[in-house]
């Protein structure tokens, strides 16, 4: 049976906005709850602590991210 971590959490703040993440490392992946967003990511050589910031902060522009206008390509001519 492979030993798990404890479930770790933490927190960016990002202009007075703090965003809140809850993870744990089972058999090599990292498990990670990031603002009701569920992750699983395989760790590799990378520290967890820089692997789940990483994560964090992509999350956080994701929803800052605002959608682009549409366009409209074609205008309605004249009726006939």
Do not use: N
């Given at each position: 049976?492979?030993?798990?971590?404890?479930v770790?959490t933490m927190?960016?703040?990002?202009h007075?906005?703090v965003?809140?993440?809850?993870?744990?490392?089972?058999?090599g992946?990292?498990?990670?709850?990031?603002?009701?967003?569920?992750?699983?990511?395989?760790c590799?050589?990378?520290?967890?602590g820089?692997l789940?910031r990483?994560?964090?902060?992509?999350r956080?522009?994701e929803l800052k991210a605002?959608?682009?206008?549409l366009?409209?390509r074609f205008?309605?001519g004249?009726?006939h």
């Amino acid at each position: 049976m492979e030993a798990t971590s404890k479930v770790q959490t933490m927190e960016i703040s990002d202009h007075g906005t703090v965003y809140r993440a809850k993870f744990y490392v089972e058999g090599g992946v990292l498990h990670a709850d990031i603002e009701g967003w569920h992750q699983a990511t395989l760790c590799g050589h990378i520290p967890v602590g820089e692997l789940m910031r990483a994560l964090l902060a992509e999350r956080i522009m994701e929803l800052k991210a605002k959608p682009l206008p549409l366009r409209r390509r074609f205008r309605p001519g004249p009726a006939h």
